[in-house]
């Protein structure tokens, strides 16, 4: 979903280039210590203000950081908003350009000044593939426009009641302007793989499945119906709304839901089915596509920030798969398992030991295990990180009408001030797809000290400009969530050898995706080559990975993204490590990375460097 917000929001999410500094004229003097703090706040405030200007273009961006500004409406998803919110940029970057003087910034002020200003080159960089996304694909607006309402639009007053109406209302318009787009994304060649159609159709007929949408006798209430009604009641408790007009406004968004928005699904639905059969029968990646290799090649650095080729990004991951490999072996022998590794992975994957049932009662013990785990890591946390997060986290099941079975589990930030937590999710429909020996390496990967960690810090500082909170690159973001679990071996975690395993597991499964994802987008690999390639040098179960490599069909280079970032996080400590020697500090060290929020690797890169020059003079 994320090329479907307006593209000057997305700047805020998008990976940035190793900056140029504007020139500093020679004849200049150093400035005064007093002239860079003054310089540096000037330009903090002025960010700010164009923070607050750009949320203009994104109504969600605002309810997702808890902030009720037109709170009644839904994102402009044409071309011409995204392009407007670009022209805003442009606009922007050139007056920061004119207005302030990079030499007498500080060197967060610099990197602030550089972050803005690469936003704009990434971009500018997104402008030829603006339809390449699929739109309504796997996760599309038709499951995360519901999933949205559910999760972020809180309703405290009557206010808030029927901002949620208008925003129900809003809804055909989203789809409409969307279904243009994938339309004319169609007419130009640009279709996702069958099987993403089959997913995308399955998602609307679980969002429309119930009243107020379908009204037989047996028919169970929809998720968005529910969650309306729940929270509704509420306000009736609280004594915020009278009987009489929470029935009134519940009328109103059943007559809404089964009239307006109802047909909205039904177009899209329509035209999935029609436009599924001129889709390719066997899948194709992103080398199919109009300029399809120049498309994969700027999602990778999209990704990954860096200038890596599909071919040395191939290379890295089949090294990595072979060092894991090695290493999984010896966890074989450790436990006393005679076969060979292929054997182990087929045993680890199918012994029903290793998984609850598929039962309430079996998903809330695995629930209890992840809560067991996080509980355990978090008594660890201030022996290496200073920065600590403040926002809480709760563990929990997908929401049915999202719930694919074996999909990967995943995080969802918090508000900013702490008013609703952060949420590790988990696909639960199929339990055989989750196994207990990995568990303990997703807990820490999706909470602490990976994501919820990660963001909640990043969210909660406050000496950096507003923007700089939100900014995402994914890179930075998944790669330090494969560096917790890392990390989490040396604070103690993984004592049971199965564990250490599943540790081993998901990074090799990282490793495996910059082999597939590069296959796919850019050596012609078909699905099922693919597939086997996962389940020769994996032991997460057959489900699971086909449901992975269908992800990486729909979204070409995200999940090159992960290895490529811990990898870099490595090699920052290491460098660090190397040159400081006992005068090397871990807490130190995360609080360089984590206190900037999620840079660009090579910003990253540069912060820790001046921390080494700085601890070395």
């Given at each position: 979903m994320r090329w479907l917000n307006t593209l000057v929001i997305l700047l805020l999410?998008?990976?940035?280039?190793?900056?140029?500094?504007?020139?500093?004229?020679?004849?200049?003097?150093?400035?005064?210590?007093?002239?860079?703090?003054?310089?540096?706040?000037?330009l903090n405030a002025w960010l700010d203000g164009q923070y607050e200007e750009q949320l203009q273009f994104s109504p969600q961006t605002r309810t997702r950081l808890g902030d009720k500004t037109d709170y009644d409406q839904l994102n402009d998803y044409t071309l011409a908003g995204q392009l407007s919110g670009l022209e805003w940029?442009?606009?922007?970057?050139?007056?920061?350009?004119?207005?302030?003087?990079?030499?007498?910034?500080?060197?967060?002020?610099?990197?602030?000044?550089?972050?803005?200003?690469?936003?704009?080159?990434?971009?500018?960089?997104?402008?030829?593939?603006?339809?390449?996304?699929y739109i309504f694909g796997r996760g599309g607006p038709h499951a995360s426009i519901p999933s949205f309402l559910i999760s972020y639009q809180s309703l405290d007053s009557e206010e808030d009641v029927q901002a949620y109406l208008s925003r129900l209302g809003e809804i055909d318009r989203v789809f409409n302007e969307l279904l243009d787009r994938s339309k004319q994304a169609s007419a130009n060649g640009i279709r996702q793989p069958r099987f993403a159609y089959d997913f995308a159709l399955a998602e609307i007929q679980r969002v429309t499945?119930?009243?107020?949408?379908?009204?037989?006798?047996?028919?169970?209430?929809?998720?968005?119906?529910?969650?309306?009604?729940?929270?509704?009641?509420?306000?009736?408790?609280?004594?915020?709304?009278?009987?009489?007009?929470?029935?009134?406004?519940?009328?109103?968004?059943?007559?809404?839901?089964?009239?307006?928005?109802?047909?909205?699904?039904?177009?899209?639905?329509?035209?999935?089915?029609?436009?599924r059969e001129f889709a390719s029968a066997s899948s194709q990646g992103a080398w199919a596509l109009p300029n399809g290799e120049e498309y994969y090649n700027h999602r990778l650095k999209l990704m990954t920030t860096l200038e890596l080729s599909a071919d040395e990004i191939h290379e890295i991951g089949l090294a990595e798969v072979a060092r894991l490999r090695r290493e999984m072996n010896e966890i074989k022998e450790q436990v006393g398992f005679a076969q060979s590794l292929q054997d182990f992975f087929v045993f680890t994957r199918e012994d029903p030991q290793f998984y609850y049932p598929n039962t309430e009662q079996g998903r809330q013990e695995y629930l209890d295990v992840n809560n067991e785990y996080l509980d355990f890591i978090d008594a660890k946390l201030p022996e290496y990180f200073g920065l600590l997060p403040k926002a809480s986290l709760i563990v929990s099941r997908v929401e049915s009408f999202r719930e694919q079975a074996g999909a990967a589990q995943h995080y969802r930030a918090g508000a900013p001030d702490g008013s609703r937590p952060g949420v590790f999710y988990s696909h639960m429909s199929d339990m055989s797809t989750l196994a207990k020996f990995q568990i303990e390496d997703i807990a820490y990967h999706e909470g602490n000290p990976g994501h919820h960690m990660q963001i909640s810090i990043q969210q909660e500082l406050t000496d950096v400009p507003r923007f700089r909170t939100q900014y995402r690159t994914t890179a930075y973001t998944?790669?330090?969530?494969?560096?917790?679990?890392?990390?989490?071996?040396?604070?103690g975690g993984f004592e049971d050898p199965y564990s250490d395993f599943g540790r081993l597991a998901g990074e090799i499964w990282r490793a495996v995706r910059l082999v597939v994802d590069t296959g796919i987008h850019a050596k012609q690999w078909s699905e099922q080559q693919a597939v086997q390639y996962f389940l020769d040098n994996t032991p997460i179960p057959e489900g699971a990975v086909i449901s992975e490599v269908q992800r990486y069909f729909a979204n070409p280079g995200q999940a090159t993204a992960y290895k490529i970032g811990m990898m870099a996080f490595q090699e920052a400590r290491a460098n660090a490590e190397a040159a400081l020697g006992d005068d090397f500090d871990i807490r130190t060290f995360h609080d360089?990375?984590?206190?900037?929020?999620?840079?660009?690797?090579?910003?990253?890169?540069?912060?820790v460097q001046r921390w080494i020059d700085e601890s070395m003079q």
């Open positions: 999410f998008a990976a940035c280039s190793e900056p140029q500094t504007p020139p500093t004229p020679a004849q200049e003097l150093a400035p005064t210590q007093a002239n860079v703090i003054s310089e540096t706040e000037q940029l442009r606009s922007s970057v050139s007056t920061m350009q004119q207005e302030f003087d990079y030499a007498a910034l500080n060197e967060d002020g610099k990197l602030s000044y550089d972050m803005w200003a690469y936003g704009l080159e990434q971009a500018e960089s997104r402008v030829p593939y603006l339809n390449h996304g499945a119930g009243v107020p949408f379908n009204t037989s006798d047996d028919s169970p209430n929809s998720p968005l119906w529910v969650d309306l009604q729940t929270k509704i009641q509420t306000l009736v408790d609280d004594e915020v709304l009278n009987a009489d007009s929470a029935q009134a406004y519940l009328s109103e968004a059943q007559t809404i839901l089964a009239n307006e928005v109802l047909q909205a699904y039904a177009e899209v639905a329509q035209w999935l089915e029609q436009d998944e790669g330090w969530g494969l560096y917790a679990e890392w990390l989490a071996k040396e604070m360089i990375v984590l206190g900037a929020g999620a840079v660009p690797i090579p910003m990253m890169h540069a912060r």
